[in-house]
């Protein structure tokens, strides 16, 4: 099993950026690939950024140019740098980690973004 926890979320104004923080731990290696997703209220959680061990990286268009995902691998840690953020950018951001092999999926249990004036 692998244990995702997330950190960093909060209220932001519009323009304003944060920065979330995803570590996992226990069988880490069993996953490759870690990401973030997010959900805003009344619809699909929809994925925002991805990031694989060797540094392959993939944007969701409505977020390219503002969002910067990272990793550390010593630290199993995965960042996702938030600027410029939008009112449509408030939902819970959820990190995931698909199982080497698939069948399974590893979430952690969200951090809400709020970005309001």
């Known amino acids: 099993q692998v244990q995702l926890v997330e950190s960093g979320g909060g209220l932001v104004h519009p323009g304003g950026s944060l920065r979330l923080s995803c570590a996992a731990s226990?069988?880490?290696?069993?996953?490759?690939?870690m990401g973030w997703y997010r959900q805003a209220p009344g619809k699909a959680r929809e994925l925002v950024a991805v990031?694989?061990?060797?540094?392959?990286?993939n944007y969701a268009d409505s977020v390219k140019g503002r969002v910067t995902i990272s990793r550390d691998n010593a630290k199993s840690t995965v960042y996702l740098q938030m600027n410029s953020l939008k009112p449509e950018d408030t939902a819970v951001y959820y990190c995931?980690?698909?199982?080497?092999?698939?069948?399974?999926?590893?979430w952690g249990k969200g951090t809400q973004v709020t970005v309001s004036s």
């Open positions: 995931n980690a698909p199982r080497l092999g698939g069948g399974l999926e590893y």
């Open positions: 990031i694989t061990k060797g540094g392959s990286i």
């Open positions: 226990g069988a880490i290696f069993t996953i490759n690939a």
